[in-house]
């Protein structure tokens, strides 16, 4: 066990090398130069090949990958052209926010998905009812989501605000429900769920189906497993044999699904950011691409992909638990 | 024993531990309703063990699931007739009183350990599950013959052997002490040395726990080793039903007959053509009048098309009867039993010493990397070194249990396999293999016909002279010229094993191999492709290797008889030899587990 986790590791490093390699390189190849971008186009010409001996543009690619890689260990991504502040503090502004949106959101899409699942695979009488709707919601692509809901919820019903996060964060994490809690506002926290709800759900309904699906297909077949009908032969009760035996049996692939949804979630959340005006890294990430601030987005792919590397290989080491067979 | 069992309330009372009266059961598959059950009565007294014998299509285990009330909801299954366990009433009871009566006083024993037991929970949980007490788990880990029960408590299903596996299957069937083990063929998915010690299990939980077992099994031999009386199931109907001495050596119906005949045994003569039972034509269940054994009975006269031989007069039978359901008399019977053998065979002496072997081996070791889940490798030396020489028209019949070798051999010598040392030499026209799993060694998708022109594709015949041979090669294997229509999946079992039989064989290969192509059939069934590679082998001159896990049928198969175990041969000679005066230790315990039934008496 502790061999194989070590292992994961060892390859989710090499593929984050891999990554870094990748947005070095198109950083490298892209139109458009930094210096300028930087200092602005009516910088001498003097002004600018300074700043590029300063930067070091004017050494050879693998020392300058080396640079980056050196910067990116101490936390340097370099300078936003936009902002004109460090990346990496733009990334601390903004990933708080993303990340609450997406592990609530994440969180719904397991609760709406297990539901999905568990109905259709045990035959919930009425199961159909929402089932269907929510097959059909799933096929809509979430700005669509975004706007119907916004349109519905809070144009019309006004249930549910449609904008921004409701306050900013004054605490020590950055998470706008746990610095309400912290710092003993219970007010704070209600507002930062009535603005979590639609975006979140919006973000969750096409993961959900898709996790859902797998799950569902997984029960079935285990429900028809032998090793079942073994428990059912002990006179075990229904909801035992669920749980004991049927769902630890099916989760694997379903792991993997929501590993790779949560995945599509953080690349997904920038159309929904900037939707629902959320200040998360989505929203920079929109705000960055059309001045071609490349240190902001690679900064944010860098970010991204990060996650999504880690992710899969908590995944991994989740499914070896489930099945001890995997580790053997 | 446990206080929480002395103050278990009295079962049962009146000396059974299960009843089964006037039993019918239909059930829905692919939308079509069939009827599975037509019509049993039994009873299974306290401390009795019952075999309940039949071929598949029989509805034994369907009678299994229905005791347990565990009949699948998605078949839909109708059921009239009573059935009762410890009292109670299974067909009509709510599905909590049928849970208690499965905690209480049911235990139960599939086919297959490994995908009986959960993959996921270590076994000790298993057991815990039905004990909920950790030291009676250990006790009955012990008591089924689990050396450090203990140390095996923290292990997970697959870190065990078959017959560990099936061991701890017989903790859980007897924790809370049950009045009634079903064991479903739980011999049948293991290696025979392990298939006895199975069964001698059962009977030491029966003397030491007081409980009565239905064992169900396709092979007379299995039950006759441990039953007290038979029930010989055809059609969803009890044939024939008796003690086990009445059933093996005096039996009254023509189908018990018909298999104890058809059975291979170490005494089945080798020089005569095997004897099988007359194909099914149809389907035996939708015959509801007369007896549903009448079109493959050779006893059967106009009577028995029309009208249906009752097994008794109704009711439940008394527990000594010796019943039968057949409308000839009980002379006509037992003269079918004592007469007729099949046609004599002159087994081929074409071994031409002369020629090159058809197959040379030398020194051949393989080896491979087991990679459970893409993780950890672990090394299998599945070939140790092994030598051997066929001669060309010789067949030779490799004998060995699960994990001996003799599979990875024949994929070897098929090229399937790469040997990591060694050579392997073929004479001219190559090896060809017949599977095991006929059903899964024919592509679904294609007809029978485009499954046999792919093997003459090479040889450009053109159109007309490929449906010649086609059809010629269906001759051969005894199926009508329509089956080059169907696909794989609307034959029987027995057929689609000849069809893999006649792809093999239409191009004569130099050698052809034979890895266990009988071991998924019945009786009868196998017994007729043996006949089948055993009348080829006389045609074509072909020089065949025969693997088997049944010495029975090794003898059959073969001019010699090669033994492995744990990647070597460990002993080779001829047929008689071998089995008569067996010089390895483990050859003789083979032959010691033997299921048999003596000679039919």
């Known amino acids: 066990m502790t061999r ?10 090499v593929l984050l090398l891999v990554l870094t390699a990748i947005i070095f390189l198109l950083q ?4 458009g130069d930094p210096v300028k971008a930087f200092l602005g ?8 090949a300074a700043e590029r001996q300063a930067l070091g543009l004017n050494d050879p690619l693998p020392v300058q990958y080396l640079q980056f890689l050196t910067n990116l260990l101490h936390g340097d991504l370099g300078m936003s052209f936009r902002s004109h502040r460090s990346v990496t503090s733009d990334l601390a502004a903004f990933l708080p926010a993303t990340i609450e949106l997406v592990t609530v959101s994440f969180v719904f899409a397991l609760i709406l998905g297990t539901i999905f699942a568990v109905s259709g695979a045990l035959r919930w009488r009425g ?3 929402y089932r269907g709707p929510l097959l059909v919601l799933a096929t809509a692509p979430p700005f669509l989501l975004a706007l119907g809901g916004i349109v519905i919820f809070y144009a019309q019903l006004s249930w549910l605000p449609a904008s921004g996060q409701g306050a900013d964060t004054t605490g020590p994490t950055g998470f706008l429900l746990i610095d309400s809690i912290v710092t003993g506002d219970p007010g704070t926290w209600g507002v930062a769920w009535q603005h979590l709800i639609l975006p979140g759900v919006v973000l969750a309904i096409a993961p959900a189906i898709a996790i859902g699906r797998i799950l569902r297909s997984s029960l079935e077949s285990t429900l028809q497993a032998d090793f079942v009908r073994t428990a059912e032969s002990k006179g075990l009760k229904g909801h035992v044999v669920i749980a004991r035996h049927v769902i630890r049996n099916s989760i694997g692939p379903a792991l993997s699904m929501a590993g790779l949804q949560l995945g599509f979630m953080f690349a997904g959340v920038v159309v929904v950011e900037q939707i629902f005006s959320w200040p998360g890294i989505g929203n920079y990430l929109a705000n960055s691409i059309p001045v071609s601030d490349f240190p902001a987005i690679a900064g944010v792919t860098l970010v991204l992909g990060t996650i999504y590397i880690i992710v899969n290989a908590i995944v991994d080491v989740l499914q070896t638990l489930a099945d001890p067979r995997l580790s053997a | 024993m446990t206080s929480a069992s002395q103050t278990a309330p009295q079962r049962g009372g009146v000396g059974e531990a299960a009843s089964i009266e006037g039993l019918h059961i239909s059930l829905q598959r692919d939308g079509v309703r069939s009827n599975v059950l037509r019509g049993v009565n039994l009873t299974i007294g306290r401390g009795e063990i019952v075999g309940l014998v039949g071929e598949s299509g029989s509805g034994k285990s369907v009678l299994a699931l229905a005791l347990l009330g565990l009949l699948p909801s998605a078949a839909a299954p109708e059921i009239t007739g009573a059935i009762r366990v410890a009292g109670v009433d299974i067909v009509h009871g709510s599905a909590e009183e049928l849970r208690t009566v499965r905690r209480d006083e049911l235990g139960v024993i599939f086919q297959d350990p490994m995908t009986s037991l959960n993959p996921t929970m270590r076994v000790g949980r298993q057991v815990t599950e039905s004990t909920h007490d950790h030291a009676e788990a250990i006790r009955l880990m012990s008591a089924v013959g689990i050396a450090d029960p203990e140390l095996r408590f923290r292990v997970f299903p697959h870190e065990l052997s078959g017959g560990l596996r099936q061991r701890i299957m017989a903790a859980i069937a007897v924790a809370g002490r049950p009045s009634l083990i079903i064991a479903d063929e739980p011999t049948t998915a293991l290696d025979v040395t392990v298939q006895a010690q199975v069964l001698d299990l059962l009977r030491e939980l029966r003397d030491e726990f007081d409980c009565s077992v239905v064992l169900i099994t396709h092979d007379l031999a299995v039950a ?12 969803g109907r009890i044939a024939e039903l008796g003690s086990v001495s009445d059933i093996l050596h005096r039996p009254n119906h023509p189908y018990t007959v018909g298999l104890l005949r058809s059975r291979l045994s170490l005494e089945t003569p080798r020089d005569r053509e095997l004897l099988t039972l007359r194909p099914e034509t149809g389907s035996p269940g939708e015959r509801m009048t007369g007896c549903a054994y009448h079109t493959r009975c050779p006893l059967a006269i106009d009577r028995c098309a029309v009208e249906q031989p009752p097994l008794e007069q109704g009711g439940i039978p008394a527990a000594d009867a010796h019943l039968r359901a057949c409308w000839r008399s009980i002379n ?4 079918l039993a004592h007469h007729s053998q099949g046609d004599s065979v002159v087994t081929p002496r074409t071994r031409n010493e002369a020629a090159a072997p058809a197959v040379r081996v030398e020194g051949l070791h393989t080896r491979f990397v087991l990679k459970s889940g893409g993780r950890k490798r672990r090394e299998v030396h599945a070939l140790r070194g092994v030598d051997l020489t066929v001669q060309a028209g010789e067949a030779v019949s490799i004998v060995g249990e699960s994990g001996s070798g003799k599979s990875t051999l024949l994929r070897v010598i098929a090229g399937l396999t790469p040997a990591t040392s060694g050579s392997v030499a073929l004479a001219e026209g190559g090896a060809q293999m017949v599977f095991q799993d006929a059903g899964s060694s024919l592509t679904p998708w294609l007809s029978i016909g485009e499954l046999l022109r792919e093997r003459l594709l090479p040889l450009r015949l053109g159109d007309a002279e490929n449906r010649k041979r086609i059809d010629k090669a269906l001759v051969s294997i005894g199926l009508p010229l329509s089956v080059a229509g169907v696909r794989p999946a609307d034959l029987s079992g027995g057929q689609r094993q000849r069809v893999a039989l006649a792809r093999a064989t239409m191009i004569p290969p130099a050698v052809l191999l034979c890895d266990e192509p009988t071991s998924a059939l019945d009786a009868s069934l196998a017994a007729s492709v043996l006949n089948l590679i055993r009348e080829m082998r006389q045609e074509l001159t ?4 025969f693997v088997t896990h049944d010495l029975s049928v090794a003898r059959l198969m073969g001019d010699r008889i090669v033994v ?3 990647g070597e041969i460990v002993e080779a000679g001829p047929v008689n030899e071998v089995i008569e005066h067996p010089s390895h230790p483990y050859t003789q315990s083979l032959l010691a587990s033997v299921p048999d039934i003596g000679v039919l008496a």
């Open chain 1, 4 to 13: 194989f986790v070590v292992r994961r590791l060892a390859s989710a490093v």
């Open chain 1, 28 to 31: 490298a190849v892209s139109p």
């Open chain 1, 41 to 48: 186009n009516n910088a001498s010409p003097a002004a600018v």
């Open chain 1, 127 to 129: 199961s159909a009812f």
């Open chain 2, 224 to 235: 006759g080793q441990i039953a007290d009386r038979i029930a010989v199931l055809y059609a």
């Open chain 2, 332 to 335: 006509d019977v037992q003269n």
């Open chain 2, 542 to 545: 072909m020089t065949v290797l």
């Open chain 2, 564 to 566: 492995m175990t744990q």
